[in-house]
């Protein structure tokens, strides 16, 4: 695998390695060794799998709280999402910057988000599927969102007028 920093620190595009033939091409898309060998947390917890019916439908963007933050693999097995994470890190030099990239089932690639980020995606394709490896397990009391159309953070979305849930919709804006 191919670990790349994002502009956020602690975040990374992981790009396969592919060991390509005339059948075609066999990948790691998961290594605790080389996870922990770039400073980031390898556990898995669980494994979320979201599917988006409609081109234009937004999830986002969601975290969840201490004691039980969350760090994500994400990957786009089928179609494309626009995929964003916002740090909400107290102290970081990037706190409320968000960084995006186009997530495919072709180009594979996943993006590490770290503990203390927010994350959301809006799908560039009808049937667009994304996977995640979470390093914690789901707490509903601790789910946590914010807006995802925060002037603040002035997210460029690719699509307008999204499809967004009503507890999407309901999310806070940065205090």
Known sequence: MKFTAT???????????????????FARSFCREEFL??????????????????????????????????????????GAVYDVIVDLREGSPT??????LRLDADNRLGL???????????????GSEVLYQMSEFYKPELARGLRWDDPRLAIAWPLSDPIVSERDRAHPLLP
């Open 95 to 100: 706190r409320h910057r968000w960084y995006a």
């Open 7 to 25: 502009p956020l620190a602690g975040s990374f595009v992981v790009e396969l390695a592919r060991m390509e033939d005339e059948r075609g091409f």
């Open 37 to 78: 060998a770039h400073g980031l947390n390898p556990a898995i917890a669980q494994c979320n799998l979201s599917w988006n019916r409609l081109k234009g439908t937004l999830r986002g963007m969601h975290y969840q709280a201490a004691p039980r933050e969350e760090a994500k693999l994400v990957r786009c097995t089928r």
């Open 112 to 126: 590490y988000v770290p503990t203390g980020f927010a994350h959301g995606f809006q799908a560039l394709e009808d």
